[in-house]
């Protein structure tokens, strides 16, 4: 029998889970955790409660009872219950997938499923989704919401990441790495300072910089709007110092 629409704000599905902590039913692990003072841990659950039928039975895909499928999919590893997203389960991950998993690779070394376009082409940090989000410091590689990859190699989640664009904040909060290509900004800004010069007094003075992008040390003209890396162009620069060379007045 196909299954049945009902199940929470997180899932599909036509079961109620049995806590392995507390014994108390509850559509999913999200719900339970939201309303109790610990956490359910999916991967212990034993039993469930048909929403049908009202049978307790074990961890299936398939009432025993009214033979209702408790979800299009199942993974009797995460006891996950859901409508088919063409979900699959990450041995490495630990947990399941939104796929489809054709779509998708695991990075040993990020220790994360990552979208198959960035195969080779993303910076690798170890074990990069076992870190929280810096945004909200909520937990990133069991979360419901997508990742965003950055530059740098770290993460956000999705939501964040638009979010904290919508600020005008352009940085990796972790390491302050452009998170976007900045190319047409800098253009912008380099015409900008070129018609805004400095009074008389600062034209010639310089200052030591250490750029966020490509982590070189230099010294550079000083302008009151951004001071340009000499290594890579880019203007998300750190002021390492004082004025220099400035002439007497």
Same mark, same amino acid.
């Given at each position: 029998?196909?299954?049945?629409?009902?199940?929470?704000?997180?899932?599909?599905?036509?079961?109620?889970?049995?806590?392995?902590?507390?014994?108390?039913?509850? *559509?999913?692990?999200?719900?339970?955790?939201?309303?109790?003072?610990?956490?359910?841990?999916?991967?212990?659950?034993?039993?469930? #409660?048909?929403?049908?039928?009202?049978?307790?039975?074990?961890?299936?895909?398939?009432?025993?009872?009214?033979?209702?499928?408790?979800?299009?999919?199942?993974?009797?590893?995460?006891?996950?219950?859901?409508?088919?997203?063409?979900?699959?389960?990450?041995?490495?991950?630990? !947990?399941?997938?939104?796929?489809?998993?054709?779509?998708?690779?695991?990075?040993?070394?990020?220790?994360?499923?990552?979208?198959?376009?960035?195969?080779?082409?993303? #910076?690798?940090?170890?074990?990069?989704?076992?870190?929280?989000?810096?945004?909200?410091?909520?937990?990133?590689?069991?979360?419901?919401?997508?990742?965003?990859?950055?530059?740098?190699?770290?993460?956000?989640?999705?939501?964040?990441?638009?979010?904290?664009?919508?600020?005008?904040?352009?940085?990796?909060?972790?390491?302050?790495?452009?998170?976007?290509?900045?190319?047409?900004?800098?253009?912008?800004?380099?015409?900008?300072?070129?018609?805004?010069?400095?009074?008389?007094?600062?034209?010639?003075?310089? *200052?030591?910089?250490?750029?966020?992008?490509?982590?070189?040390?230099?010294?550079?003209?000083?302008?009151?709007?951004?001071? #340009?890396?000499?290594?890579?162009?880019?203007?998300?620069?750190?002021?390492?110092?004082?004025? !220099?060379?400035?002439?007497?007045?």
């Amino acid at each position: 029998m196909a299954a049945s629409v009902l199940g929470c704000e997180h899932y599909i599905r036509s079961c109620l889970l049995r806590a392995p902590c507390c014994s108390k039913l509850y *559509v999913c692990r999200l719900c339970h955790d939201a309303k109790e003072n610990h956490q359910m841990d999916r991967f212990k659950v034993k039993e469930v #409660k048909c929403s049908i039928c009202n049978r307790d039975q074990k961890a299936q895909q398939t009432c025993e009872g009214c033979r209702i499928k408790f979800g299009e999919y199942y993974c009797d590893i995460c006891h996950l219950f859901d409508k088919d997203k063409k979900q699959y389960h990450c041995e490495q991950c630990g !947990i399941c997938r939104i796929g489809p998993k054709e779509m998708y690779f695991h990075c040993v070394k990020c220790n994360l499923c990552l979208a198959s376009d960035l195969r080779g082409n993303h #910076k690798c940090v170890e074990n990069v989704s076992r870190q929280n989000c810096p945004v909200c410091m909520e937990d990133i590689h069991t979360s419901r919401i997508g990742a965003q990859v950055l530059p740098c190699g770290h993460l956000l989640h999705k939501t964040c990441f638009k979010e904290m664009s919508k600020t005008g904040a352009y940085r990796c909060p972790l390491c302050m790495h452009s998170a976007w290509d900045m190319t047409t900004c800098w253009e912008e800004l380099d015409k900008e300072i070129s018609q805004t010069p400095m009074p008389t007094e600062y034209q010639n003075s310089t *200052v030591k910089i250490l750029c966020n992008d490509c982590q070189t040390h230099c010294t550079v003209q000083f302008h009151v709007l951004g001071m #340009k890396c000499s290594g890579c162009g880019s203007y998300n620069t750190a002021q390492d110092g004082g004025l !220099i060379n400035q002439e007497p007045q």
